[in-house]
């Protein structure tokens, strides 16, 4: 069993949903994060200081677009949408015996396509976030500025003084693992990205000033951002905030690409409104015919980030013909899989030599190897991570913190057969924490069944 706060599903949306999905959803998050993940692992490859700053920002980063990639292929493998078409067909056939059923539940189905015939809003939307957004580091942290841009409007000192402080007490954190030369480069590539895949109704005002003054350059447009503004330089952004001016920070390049950027935001979440409404009535209605089509199924609902038990077995699979994965993996894999320096798959040299001498203490399996993790077809999503995985005594065996490659596309249809919650052994935990730390003082505080 994993208990849990899985974020959320959408396991009952339509033929067209999924296909919005794989086509603007996931292809606009790979399309922007494989341009943004290939400059910062340039950067990272300089130096070992220059991995160590961006690490966790790349692996934040390129989490989801691997998961992008592998639910649009294991969707393509599930054949989900000719499944949920021909779900669809049998839906429309079951209204239609029925005058009162028609009634209720006709305009379902043709609600929610009507809602994804045009696609200008959703595409601006999904690039908005990835691009602009979640895209370069300046514009979110200058972001920040807002509450003293407020501020600076009125003539009271101490909130002027609050608001400043307030930002200075997180420029050493995030100067930290910063690099201006990376992030200008992110800039320049986005903003290029964005103006070339969204309609101009949707393409933010400070872009005009790009083709008017640099003649549609975005990497000159950067470069003299970067330049100019307070939010790419420690020294410059500190010495602003010891006598902040409105004027300076109202004309500042970054902090005025930044609030023309949620203008934007806003102008296409007004043109979504104009549909939300509509297209969750008919969700709803779509869902609630297929469960009086289907009485005699049992269904659970989507999870929605509350608390979620799931319970299933251990268990290997196929992956494709002729092949087989085991349950369970061992420590000898780290060592086969690992690439030393790698951004992924680097690992400690201690790890290797202690696998050599088998020195596993009293956590070793009775085949005289080191569990390190085993798969369960539990169903669970994003959220899980770091759940406890428990048997049927109530008994802590392991921790999930993710699925297989195959797993990337059970938030829209899950395969109890083929997509597996890979989950750390618990004896693996206890080995890393007494063995390979040294603080067995922490294991001898624990009840271990053994």
């Not at 020294?235 to 949620?262: G, I, T, W, Y």
């Not at 052994?425 to 390979?436: A, C, G, H, N, P």
Request: glycine share 6%; with cysteine; hydrophobic share 35%.
């Amino acid at each position: 069993m994993v208990m849990g706060y899985p974020g959320t599903t959408t396991r009952y949306r339509s033929s067209n949903e999924v296909k919005y999905t794989m086509e603007v959803v996931n292809e606009v998050r790979i399309t922007s994060r494989e341009a943004k993940l290939s400059i910062i692992r340039d950067f990272m490859a300089t130096s070992q200081k220059a991995r160590i700053q961006y690490a966790s920002k790349f692996a934040r980063s390129s989490n989801y677009y691997k998961y992008s990639i592998g639910q649009n292929k294991g969707l393509d493998a599930l054949n989900v949408i000719a499944k949920k078409q021909a779900i669809e067909n049998d839906f429309i056939k079951w209204v239609n015996e029925n005058p009162e059923r028609n009634a209720k539940y006709g305009h379902a189905l043709d609600s929610i396509n009507e809602a994804f015939k045009s696609r200008d809003e959703k595409i601006a939307l999904e690039y908005a976030r990835e691009a602009l957004l979640r895209g370069a580091e300046i514009f979110s942290f200058a972001a920040k500025a807002s509450s003293l841009n407020e501020a600076l409007k009125g003539t009271d000192k101490d909130k002027i003084s609050a608001a400043a402080s307030e930002m200075r007490s997180s420029l050493d954190e995030y100067f930290k693992d910063y690099d201006a030369g990376t992030d200008q480069k992110i800039v320049g590539a986005l903003l290029k990205m964005y103006s070339q895949k969204v309609i101009p109704k949707y393409i933010p005002g400070f872009f005009g000033e790009i083709e008017s003054k640099f003649k549609g350059d975005f990497d000159a447009y950067s470069k003299k951002l970067f330049a100019k503004t307070v939010f790419a330089d420690q020294a410059k952004l500190e010495s602003f905030l010891k006598n902040p001016s409105a004027r300076v920070l109202q004309k500042d390049m970054a902090f005025v690409a930044m609030r023309s950027m949620f203008e934007t935001m806003s102008t296409i979440s007004h043109d979504l409104s104009k549909t939300t409404a509509r297209l969750d009535k008919a969700r709803r209605l779509f869902v609630a015919g297929l469960n009086e089509m289907n009485k005699d199924k049992s269904v659970y609902p989507d999870a929605n980030s509350t608390m979620r038990l799931t319970y299933g077995i251990v268990d290997g699979y196929v992956p494709h013909d002729a092949a087989y994965y085991n349950y369970f993996t061992t420590l000898k894999g780290y060592e086969e899989k690992g690439i030393l320096g790698d951004v992924d798959f680097d690992f400690p040299q201690k790890l290797v030599d202690m696998n050599h001498t088998k020195d596993f203490g009293p956590y070793a399996d009775k085949d005289g190897s080191l569990h390190t993790c085993f798969t369960s077809n539990n169903d669970i999503t994003g959220g899980n991570s770091g759940s406890p995985v428990i048997n049927g005594n109530g008994e802590l065996v392991g921790i999930a913190f993710d699925g297989n490659w195959e797993a990337m596309s059970g938030d829209i249809a899950f395969e109890p057969e083929l997509q597996k919650c890979i989950n750390v052994d618990i004896r693996f935990v206890l080995w890393t924490i007494d063995k390979f730390s040294g603080a067995g003082h922490l294991v001898n505080e624990m009840k271990l069944i053994r």
